[in-house]
Antibody, heavy 115, light 112 residues
Framework: EMQLLESGGGVVQPGGSLRLSCAAS????????MSWVRQAPGKGLEWVSG????????KYADSVKGRFTISRDNSKNTLHLQMNSLGVEDTAIYYC????????WGQGTLVTVSS | DVVMTQSPLSLPVTLGQPASISCKSS???????????LNWFQQRPGQSPRRLIY???NRDSGVPDRFSGSGSGTDFTLEISRVEAEDVGIYYC?????????FGQGTKVEIK
């Protein structure tokens, strides 16, 4: 089982940027595709972006394409999400999860976009 | 995108009684490898989601056997044989057969 710990959330003004990180442990990180899933306050779950184990096969939801960039550093067992041009609709808890099967979840990090 | 439709959205249940949640997909969920990538997640209040069931009917490690998943094609069901207090929360179905992965709206299970 993979343990996942997100960080980097906070309050940012509309149009601003944030970089989320997810530290993984417990398994061979590079063997696993990873994804980001978000949950707006009181709402359901939305897949945001995914990346293959070696860093390829990158995909984005239409709602974030061109604004968010997913990456990973397998030497540091870390997943990242660079978020630019943030809007109020991006306010959510962001979860780091294993691949698209989503077996393992982190505790999430809250991103609040507000003026 | 594949639309996942859950019902009911709210499910009050008496302790010890069964509960059933339906999930219908707008397209069939059989992948080219023959597998059906339909998962169920539980989100207890204030917690991260937790996967309960993968590929329709396979329970994850540590999931009580009162939880079971079934279905095929476009119609899927999560059943709880006897609801316990710890089962309170929101349940989501999710498909990972077609890109992008999509979730149902969630079903809130509460105790009557």
């Amino acid at each position: 089982e993979m343990q996942l710990l997100e960080s980097g959330g906070g309050v940012v003004q509309p149009g601003g940027s944030l970089r989320l990180s997810c530290a993984a442990s417990g398994v061979t990180f590079s063997s696993y595709a990873m994804s980001w899933v978000r949950q707006a306050p009181g709402k359901g779950l939305e897949w945001v972006s995914g990346i293959g184990g070696s860093g390829g096969n990158i995909k984005y939801a239409d709602s974030v394409k061109g604004r968010f960039t997913i990456s990973r550093d397998n030497s540091k067992n870390t997943l990242h999400l660079q978020m630019n041009s943030l809007g109020v609709e991006d306010t959510a808890i962001y979860y780091c999860v294993t691949g698209i099967t989503m077996k393992d979840w982190g505790q999430g990090t809250l991103v609040t976009v507000s003026s | 995108d594949v639309v996942m439709t859950q019902s009911p959205l709210s499910l009050p249940v008496t302790l010890g009684q069964p509960a059933s949640i339906s999930c219908k997909s707008s397209q069939g969920l059989v992948y080219s490898d023959g597998s059906t990538y339909l998962n169920w997640f539980q989100q207890r209040p204030g917690q991260s989601p937790r996967r309960l069931i993968y590929k329709v009917s396979n329970r994850d490690s540590g999931v009580p056997d009162r939880f079971s998943g079934s279905g095929s094609g476009t119609d899927f069901t999560l059943e709880i044989s006897r609801v316990e207090a710890e089962d309170v929360g929101i349940y989501y179905c999710m498909q990972a057969t077609h890109w992008p992965p999509t979730f149902g709206q969630g079903t809130k299970v509460e105790i009557k």
